[in-house]
């Protein structure tokens, strides 16, 4: 029982980045504005301090959207049927 209690008080202590906002943004070929888009939500987060992530819902761009996207940081979830 001891054993437990301190290792849930390692746990407890550890620092551990707690997820606090998740930026979704649609995507289908918008390799033009993209980066942009991610750098200024990026510059956000970082700004603000909060703890978060940029998600780009892919419906399949065929421009390279989902490199820019990978490069700029961001985190490609494909969606593969439109308009959902």
Same mark, same amino acid.
Not at 38 to 51: N, T
């Given at each position: 029982?001891?054993?437990?209690?301190?290792?849930?008080?390692?746990?407890?202590?550890?620092?551990?980045?707690?997820?606090?906002?998740?930026?979704?943004?649609?995507?289908?070929?918008?390799? +033009?504005? @993209?980066a942009t888009?991610? =750098?200024?939500?990026?510059?956000?987060? $970082?700004?603000?301090?909060?703890? /978060? +992530?940029? @998600?780009?819902?892919?419906? =399949?761009?065929?421009?390279?959207?989902? $490199?820019?996207?990978?490069?700029? /940081?961001a985190q490609?979830?494909?969606?593969?049927?439109?308009?959902?």
């Amino acid at each position: 029982m001891l054993e437990n209690q301190v290792m849930a008080d390692a746990v407890s202590n550890e620092q551990i980045p707690t997820l606090e906002l998740s930026i979704i943004m649609p995507c289908l070929n918008e390799a +033009e504005t @993209l980066a942009t888009c991610i =750098g200024k939500a990026r510059d956000y987060l $970082e700004r603000q301090k909060i703890a /978060g +992530e940029v @998600l780009i819902a892919d419906n =399949g761009s065929s421009d390279g959207s989902q $490199e820019i996207a990978t490069n700029s /940081g961001a985190q490609v979830v494909p969606i593969p049927e439109r308009g959902v």
